[in-house]
């Protein structure tokens, strides 16, 4: 049975930064955390909101494009991506459909809405009700 490392002790701030700064686990560390920060800087945020009653706002970061397209209601699903595909701008047609591979690269996160049942709705207005009476 293999046996668990023993956490690292410093005497010092300035002992963690000397083994940040030149033990190979240290530089490995700390390129990493590097690695993270660039890929944070570089990424614009969008925020979706989908209101109950069917209502979409969409907030974003400067810079970022934002197209909406409406997927008719139909039992027909390729009939429906169809109507899509002819109707979006050419620039996001390949966000959407998947690739060769059979990966999607442009979807960030799917999430299926459907309408909130009361019970939803009750307690999400408890809970702001809550937040009213904590501000005073």
Known sequence: MARKPKPLRFP???ALRAWLRDSNDGKEIIGAIREEIESRR??????????????????GDANVDVHMALVPNDDDEAGAEEVVDSTLPRR???MIWPNQMGDN???????QCRGLSSFAMYKMKEAL????????
């Open 12 to 14: 010092s701030v300035d």
């Open 42 to 59: 570089d990424r614009k945020r969008v925020l979706v909101l989908l209101h109950a009653d069917g209502w979409v706002e969409v907030y």
């Open 92 to 94: 996001f047609q390949d």
């Open 105 to 111: 690269p442009g979807l960030i996160k799917f999430l």
């Open 129 to 136: 009700a809550i937040l009213r009476e904590l501000k005073g």
